[in-house]
């Protein structure tokens, strides 16, 4: 446990110290948080909204890094990443998987399948 | 953890298990009544059954790998009489194996009533020659082969579940003891991952076979594993995914690739590979729901099965016990009469991974001293045995066009 930790305060969870993201363990808005797990940091000051199970940047990323949890690259930065910035389709992309790029940020559903 | 030992039962072939079942198996769905009943009320008695009549390669070594696993002593297989699968076959793998071992055709013995007192004496025998034969031993960790599984995942089965299994698999493997995970269909884009993982560059090149077969898998189903309310739910890419499901293989070094009904050759960590062969049928399914996959982990000799559900589930399994792991507190309490443990603890800060992982140890140690898991006090005992191809001979002289 961190000391002086706020309990107040909104949790997120760091898998692996060398990650660059944080997962929510609650939902959040611009605020600060706790790490749990294994932070670099006890603290991220969250930017914007950011929902339970999404992830934040606990490391500013440039366009062309690759996000890291778990210790491994889970995919690639599509623009500057700010800590405390909500990661997710529409500034990180699959390495492998070509079709989640175009899946609606907010909802996960395709917008490639045609309905008529 | 300190060493721990158990006393356990050795069989003639040398395995030793952590329970003294008497399994029932019948040979197509038209038995199926007649074998449940011969089973109802006999605590250690278990069933399970290939529904086809039409008979298979692969579903006969799964009855076979079942019949002979180390917590089975003795088997009764129960035919109608018409079926391609031939119970005297399997009883016969089963007596070989040393395990006493019986099997009648329903048709020959009048029906479903004398069908099942015949099933009940012959238990009554079977059971007599496994009581004068049992054999005592002790266990150890080395001598433990655990699975693992997880289904009805939710957001913490990634972040506490499956990483809680990978630990204590780190110190099974650490400590002598063998562990088997499965799912490559859901370990699209981890290529690198399991490469690293790779106890050898032989075992590099399996693991490269079998990525690429789930990989082509998933290419002639057109999909991923990966669905709408995963992306809603906060993941971002497939490799993500897949990471939260590949973390129950914890850290160690894999030592090999083996399909179904195949057994661990020597402790460590394992891969099982249970995605059909595609040049039959193109693929069929491949794990069509979590007891099937449960069963494909036991026939590899697995004694216990920890099986991750962030959701909750109600399943258990005949042969070898099913531990339920949660990494979600409020599914521990709501279901606290299915689940055996909640790694809850670990996205709370009150516990570390580490310790969170020891404790999980020492329940298995429990488990495997004869303690009942609460899938196995409740009495589940679900079982799945399905057509699947993987190494079927060809039988080009069958069918004549």
Known sequence: ?116 | MPERSWNGYLRDDGRKGIRNLILVLYTVECASFVAHAVAEGEADVHVIGFPGCYDNAYAIRLMLALATHPNVGACLAIGLGCEYTQPSRLAEVAERSGRPSDWFFIQEHGGTRSGIAKGKDALKSLRAKLDVQTVRVPMSWPDLIVGAECGGSDGTSGLAGNPVVGRFYDFLVDRGGSAVFEETVEMIGLRDVLRSRAATPEVALQLDRSYEKAERYCKAVRQYSVSPGNFAGGLTTIEEKSMGAFAKSGSRPIQGVIEVSQQVPHPGLWLLDSVPDEHFMQFGYTNPNDTEGIMDLISTGAHIVMFVTGRGSVIGSPVAPLIKVTGNTRTFERMNDDMDFNAGSILSGEQTLDEAALSLMKLAGDVASGELSKPEALGHREYFVMYKHQDTPQLEAGCRA
């Open chain 1, 1 to 116: 446990m961190m000391s002086g930790e706020d309990a107040a305060m909104k949790r997120c969870f760091q898998v692996n110290p060398e990650d660059n993201v944080a997962t929510l363990l609650q939902d959040a808005g611009a605020e600060p948080a706790t790490i749990l797990g294994a932070p670099r940091n006890a603290t991220v000051d969250i930017l914007e909204e950011i929902a339970l199970g999404h992830k934040v940047c606990t490391r500013s990323a440039a366009k062309g890094d690759l996000i890291v949890k778990y210790g491994v690259p889970i995919g690639v930065a599509t623009e500057d990443i700010a800590m405390g910035a909500w990661v997710h389709l529409h500034n990180c992309s699959s390495r492998v998987d070509e079709r989640s790029n175009h899946l609606d940020v907010k909802t996960g559903v395709a917008k490639d399948t045609a309905y008529a």
